[in-house]
């Protein structure tokens, strides 16, 4: 069994042709898979054509098992099953300019950062372009959207897994989604997350594709990066901003630096005035944010004052930077804590 939603235009055509039908209805198929709908949904097709299809290919890779809507900002938490019963989380944020979905890359990671949740079971599987598409696909569908009237409108690669780690099916997936007659989401709506695989960066440069790059730091000197972030072992942070320089030169885009504040570990005046110096006049932001605790590591998160504080020093240095806010933290809102929570309780019984 294959997955339809992990193929492009050109792909459903030549399946069509292999399975001696006309290659126009290409289109029809993925805009009908695009739209969240069903193949026994899309009824220009004849019956026996889909149950056909059917019998190949998973329609629906991806589906909604759990909702929980945030009642302080309206943040969705979501939670999809996988076709081998795999079980992956998303967010829906709304803001003023549209819907910002953020997306899974991968069951699990195995990155190891020791303030997430989604590393603390390791790594089990990549997911495929069409499961990272359907996702969106599915939730788009879920607000009423389809392909002519899209819901989602912005996306980032910041749920459980890290993208670069799962680099084709990725790349494709970004070609995928914003293909014309798919869900048409343009790459500059697009952000990719990495913590740092700095060879992929420069592959990534490469792709001609002007998503968002942004960058887990989180430290700014190797050693104690190296305590948070097990990748910090393998490329300094020097590394890392050649690579962003690199990243910048080809595809024009600044480059932004995820900060998660952890009180008393990054959030002192020496990691900021060493943020200064290495980040002013560069083409980048710095996106703040206090770390959301999760409960199996021992790590707190900065108090509000004190993040305003971190704030204004690298503001004072010269440098772009907002603190975010913890959008959906009633509802699990950080990485691969829902996705733990559900797996948790199903091992105790009570589902
Ligand atoms: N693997 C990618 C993308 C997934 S994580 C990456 O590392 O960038 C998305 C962002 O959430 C990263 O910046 C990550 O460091 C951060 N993050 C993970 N757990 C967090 C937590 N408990 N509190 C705050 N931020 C967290």
Redesign the pocket.
Do not use: D, K, R
């Given at each position: 069994m294959r997955i339809l939603q992990d193929y492009n235009e050109n792909e459903i055509k030549d399946i069509l042709l292999s399975l001696g039908e006309k290659s126009y209805r290409a289109k029809q198929i993925l805009r009908g898979i695009s739209s969240g709908r069903k193949l026994s949904e899309i009824t220009d097709l004849s019956k026996d054509f889909r149950n056909i299809l059917t019998a190949n290919y998973y329609d629906l890779p991806v589906e909604i098992i759990e909702k929980k809507v945030s009642e302080k900002d309206g943040t969705v938490k979501y939670l999809f099953r996988l076709f081998d019963g795999n079980v992956i989380e998303g967010v829906l944020m709304k803001y003023k300019y549209g819907n910002t979905q953020c997306v899974s890359t991968q069951v699990g990671?195995r990155?190891g950062?020791t303030?997430?949740?989604?590393t603390l079971d390791g790594l089990v599987r990549n997911l495929s372009a069409g499961e990272i598409f359907a996702q969106i696909a599915m939730v788009n569908a879920d607000l009423g959207g389809n392909v002519d009237d899209r819901k989602v409108t912005n996306v980032v690669?910041?749920?459980?897994?890290?993208?670069l780690d799962n680099y084709d099916s990725v790349i494709k997936f970004i070609r995928n989604i914003s293909a014309k007659e798919s869900l048409n989401v343009s790459p500059r709506n697009i952000s990719l997350?990495?913590?740092g695989l700095v060879p992929k960066i420069y592959d990534f440069a490469e792709e001609n594709l002007p998503v968002n790059l942004?960058i887990?730091l989180?430290n700014p000197f190797d050693d104690d990066r190296k305590k948070l972030m097990p990748i910090a072992n393998s490329y300094s942070v020097k590394e890392i901003l050649d690579a962003c320089s690199y990243y910048f030169g080809k595809t024009g885009r600044r480059y932004i630096f995820?900060y998660?504040l952890v009180k008393g570990v990054n959030d002192t005046k020496r990691c900021a005035d060493e943020l200064i110096k290495l980040l002013k006049g560069r083409p980048c932001h710095v996106n703040l944010?206090r770390?959301?605790?999760?409960k199996e590591r021992n790590l707190e998160?900065t108090s509000e004052k004190d993040a305003r504080r971190f704030m204004s020093l690298l503001e004072n240095g010269g440098i772009s930077v907002t603190l975010r806010r913890q959008m959906g933290n009633d509802i699990d809102g950080?990485?691969g804590q829902l996705r733990r929570k559900f797996l948790k309780s199903k091992e105790e019984g009570a589902l």
């Open positions: 990671c990155m950062c303030f997430c949740a989604s690669l910041m749920g459980s897994g890290e993208p997350s990495t913590c942004t887990s989180h995820e998660s944010i770390l959301n605790a999760v998160g950080a990485c």
